[in-house]
């Protein structure tokens, strides 16, 4: 991207981009340190790498747009805006959890920031997006539902059911593509007849574009646009991003099947060095002020940590609770 910086956006939310991106990895950092002591237990998806995708994407979106992901969404709740303290405490299975501790790292949910949650099930936000956007457009509210799910999950029916039923019924529905190359240990290339997902839309009539995953301005810019014309229209569109997972799929996976130069080319292309290499270049920020970011990342999780080991358990009865929420 070409376009200087400051041309897109203001100063401001440039360097909000930039805090969530750091913050979105000493999180993700830290999760697999409390992994790795027992405070943190089941499975657990880490995000980092990936950050460009949703604080881009999100930066993009309106505040009442609903956004669906799937079991990697520990970023995307905290960029949309939930207490990254109440989310540690999910991963802990503590009563002040923003699930109540019932959820975990794959069930996130926050409806009052329209985060209409993560979901374990590979492919089980399809039908969930497609319905809330038929609500949306039913009750005219001008919303729309922004259905973010791996490479892993466009071989499930119901990818192509929510495609379909997105055209057929004219709904407001942006699926964004994770494309980060693996479903699990298998491979985009060695799991899919075609590999270039965006492509796939065309049996569809759904417009659809791939854009780099690890330019988070080039995603706000793809989002932007694609939400834009989604809301215009009432009608479907595709975004593939191309990003990478730094770690393996869960912390239980050892990424054995990735070659050590493959992740290391990838690493070359961090994200966030290289949004902050830009913002530098640009003179829109210094490095003491970078250096400061990300110290005020670092305390944010420190305190979302102590929030979690000091919160108590669900009481007994809570069990029986929420059961039909």
């Known amino acids: 991207m070409d376009t200087k910086l400051r041309a897109i ?10 805090e969530q991106m750091v913050l979105c990895r000493e999180f993700e950092e830290s999760c697999a340190e409390q992994y790795t002591k027992g405070h943190i237990t089941g499975f657990l998806h880490l995000y980092s790498g990936q950050e460009a995708v949703a604080v881009g994407a999100t930066a993009a979106l309106r505040k009442d747009d609903y956004i669906l992901s799937a079991y990697r969404e520990h970023a995307q709740a905290i960029v949309r805006g939930t207490d990254p303290r ?5 991963l802990f299975g503590k009563s002040t959890g923003i699930c109540k501790g019932k959820g975990g790292s794959m069930h996130l949910f926050d409806p009052e920031l329209s985060f209409m949650g993560g979901y374990a099930i590979v492919g089980g936000q399809f039908p969930i997006a497609v319905g809330l956007a038929f ?24 990818f192509h059911e929510g495609l379909n039923w997105a055209r057929v019924w004219e709904l407001p529905v942006l699926f964004f593509c994770e494309n ?31 854009v780099d995953g690890m330019d988070v301005m080039i995603v706000h810019q793809a989002v932007k646009h694609a939400a834009e014309w989604v809301r215009e229209h009432s009608r479907p569109y595709l ?9 393996g799929h869960s912390m239980a996976d050892p990424g054995k099947y990735r070659a050590a130069a493959e992740v290391e080319l990838w690493k070359e292309r961090d994200p966030i060095p290289g949004f902050a290499g ?31 080991e000091e ?5 007994e009865g809570e069990v029986f609770t929420d059961i039909y929420v």
Not at 186 to 209: F, N, Q, W
Not at 311 to 315: C, H, K
Request: with cysteine.
């Open 86 to 90: 109440r989310v540690m405490a999910e």
């Open 278 to 308: 830009r913002l530098i270049s640009e003179g829109i920020v210094g490095q003491e002020q970078l250096d400061a970011i990300r110290e005020k990342a670092v305390v944010t999780v420190q305190e979302a940590v102590r929030f979690a």
């Open 135 to 158: 609500a949306a457009k039913f009750r005219q509210e001008g919303r729309i539902a922004a259905c973010f799910f791996g490479d892993g999950a466009v071989n499930q029916g119901n």
């Open 180 to 210: 980060n190359h693996y479903g699990i240990g298998t491979s985009v290339e060695r799991s899919s007849a075609l590999a270039d997902i965006h492509k796939r839309t065309c049996g569809y009539d759904i417009p659809s574009e791939r």
């Open 9 to 18: 956006l203001p100063d401001h939310d440039l360097l909000k981009m930039y």
């Open 311 to 315: 919160s108590p358990w669900p009481e």
């Open 239 to 247: 975004v593939e991003a191309l990003t990478y997972r730094f770690r």
